[in-house]
């Protein structure tokens, strides 16, 4: 049976309130839904949004996919001009993705109403455009947008748009239910319906939002009804209420309904992935999220204690290794050994039978979470913390003394809009045997702080001068107390041929930041196998 | 017909992950429950949970409702007592609630590996104790546990479990997805299945847990099958991913099925009160929570918003104000002008058919968004740029002259983890006629230099004496470059009644932030009505 598990973060996830991804977002989340395992991902509307154009291009050659396809997103074209003259649709043409999913009006009334055109038009548009991007080499998704209401006010014209979009080729056509009303047994009705009129052979798919707090459940009602390509985001982002959380849809199809739908068993990765596309967006995780929340799998009950102990299979409807996801009891905050020893493994160090040190590792990467540290995606830094353990000691190549950063504006210049501020910084450590006083200059304090730290270092390391930092996140824990809140920070940093990550946390970003670049340095020189003192 | 909506917020809801309410909290909490109109408020476990037999004393002078009824919810007795030798059962009819809601054992499994009794010693229990309440005047409720795991495990002795409660005078038997594993398909089968085998007197309820994503489809399901009576909680509290969200289950029965559940049209103030609880629980309402969240009816896409303004009920699946929320319109990248006209509508001006201003604005909106701002988040500013843009100029309090910050470790302190650091600013500025030089000292250099303004300020403006920070965001914006990147910083403030919300753009965090705190302190003085020069 052919199934497909479709990815819209990108597109429509994007939409949700407060959400703003970059290309290099885009560029970063690509490989991580690569890495899910769903079939297809679709990357924005080339064309209509600027950004999505160049994600299209940069993706040509910064993107490597090994199981997903991409797809670009666009409207049919437009009413009273032929499809080959419409640049939106040359656009998507240009986005050179090999699947083209398109939005197409399948509600007379919005047709009529927001459209301002004719049914008959409206179907012309469907036809033409199918069909050109299928004789291009397309394969053609269409998304029949508004479909539940469209179909339930006339299903007749509905049930036409389907038909048009099939007869000029189209792969899948997607029922939409696009203001999120629908529950359950009405989408059974309609995609029952819609079954009944087309016949089996032709494949339907469902993209639900959460307006009812239904998406999921009404994904599953379109395919127990016949649907064969479900949409979705991770994390349920989306405009509103959100779109379907795919992750959620695919565990219940996969644990509950025995049908495998991910690529290389994805669904146990689910939890990572979940958090590391979180991380992206800089959208903090829902813990009440299903499967891959941090909570959906910790247990308060004093009452259930000591039963889960005898058997946890009493208390838990799947077993959360099966989405990466772990067993937590309340009265201890964070993760559990196993996973610990999974990502211990994962960076090479076997700790089987070691309970003496997992127990302490367990425990200090429990203190850490609690401080506001995160190492999910900080795997040197937690490199540097196992290593610490196994080995008694952290490697020194540097003493700090101490620093200072200094940010000020000309006089005259402090207005702010347009305001031109100068950042300096000082460092004094002692390396290599001497000790050493030197300031950088940056376009903030945490840039001076970098270039002043490096030039430093350099004439003792010179394998500095390729470290590289690459990327740079901040994220204000335990807001809602304003500027007195906690501060972490995440640092990426490449050698040109490696990359590495690293975590810092502290009362303001440049407390934090300093000691992210301070775990970025040590790491990379204990990489290229520099001697510590 | 018989039907009850029965709010478990202060019993289930409680045990969310981070919740922790005090029995004063509970007495604020059941009034709004009484004012959404639920039939039954479950106040928590008398005798097991000394608060709640607190809750249930105090109650009795301290809280008056006029549509609810309290439910008192405890266990059967114990295995191997007589039942008006139980402790736990006597607590229960000192709680002097009128409804007793007992949990009892369905899952044979259950009944022997975590109880540890006979099959027939807890059906006894069920018996005994149901009929020793009922005796006592007591409205009985049965929440029979894991009831869908035991049911497919072992439909016969699930199904004596509830018929022996129904003999011994049961109310409502309450079939509870206690692990939260069912999908709505499951649901209408065993729904299906208990109605046939007790027929179609006895009255059954449905409690749900969020574990699939489903607890919302599965309530319906299960009143669709028959149930007359749904547990849920207010914002989907509830241990793990949460019990199943009162109001999202009551919005589609009485929306999408136009029957009346709640008491005097309480939907209507749904949103409101879903809030208000938040706020005593202090737990971050979630922003795309179905109905009442505040994303779930705000608008982002351009493509919607110049249809929207012709006939809004194309683009929302019901009107909002059915559940006391507002349709909102964000400002973005991919708006046009007309959404910046209903946002304009919104705080207040119309700009209908001043198509120059509205270019002018657009045309602001998106080079601002092009260099990192965004306006979603950040209310205020935009009115900011709106006001200037209809006045030609922007309200001048004050001006600043120059502002500077240092960040510092002690000598010997810089190493890093546990390095501390001392923030202090100066800001340099006029006002009423003065000039001032003020410095002030933070955890941080932001909160050094919003101590620094607020001081130089306050003498001119006491109004700033009330302003203060609530909520700080930080977005790192292009990365991939490492610290050369672009931040944006979103600031809420608030004088104690209003809240705003302020963007700034810059190289740098303090760049950023000290152009979000320019905004907020003009903001708030205009709102504040204070003349400017």
Redesign the interface.
Known sequence: MTFDVYDTTLRDGA????M?L?V??KLAIAPLLDELGVGFIEGGWPGA?PKDTEFFRRARTELTLKNAVLAAFGATRKAGVTVDADPQVRALLDAEAPVVTLVAKSDV??VE??LRTTREENLAMITDTVRFLVAQGRRVVLDAE?FYDGFRFDPAYATSAVRAAFDAGAEVVTLCDT???M???FVTDVVGAVRAAVGQGPRLGMHAH?????????S??AV?AGASHVQGTVN?Y?????NA?LI??V??LEL?HGVELLVNAGLREATRIAHAIAEIT?IAP??????V?????????GLHAS?IK??PD?????DPVAVGNDMRM?VSEMAGRASIELKGRELGFDLTGQGDLLARVTTRVKDAEAAGYTYDAADASFELLLREELTGQRPVYF???????????????????G?V?S?EAT???RAGGERIVSTGE??????AL?QALRKALVRTYPQIERF?????????LE???????T?RVLVVTTDGERTWSTV?V??????AS??AL??AHVFGLLQAKVEAR
Chains 1, 2 share one sequence.
């Open positions: 939409q949700q309130e407060g703003n970059t290099a977002d949004i009334r919005h109403r927001a508004h203001n999120g009303g529950l359950p047994a959460n307006d009812t707090g239904c998406a999921v459940a009404n599953l009602a127990a349920g989306g405009e509103r209420t959100g959380d959620a849809v565990a219940n509950k800089n829902f813990a009440r999220q299903p499967y929340g941090a909570s959906a799998f910790a247990h308060k009950g039963a005898v058997d009493l208390y838990q409807h799947v309340l003493e700090v003394e101490s620093w200072r950063t200094i940010i000020e504006t000309l006089p005259g210049q402090g207005q702010g809009r305001a501020a950042a460092v004094k450590l940056g376009n903030g304090p945490v840039n970098d590289a930092l690459t990327d740079f996140k901040v994220r204000i807001s809602e107390q304003g500027t007195d809140s501060t810092g502290g009362p303001n970003i440049i407390e300093w000691e301070l775990d």
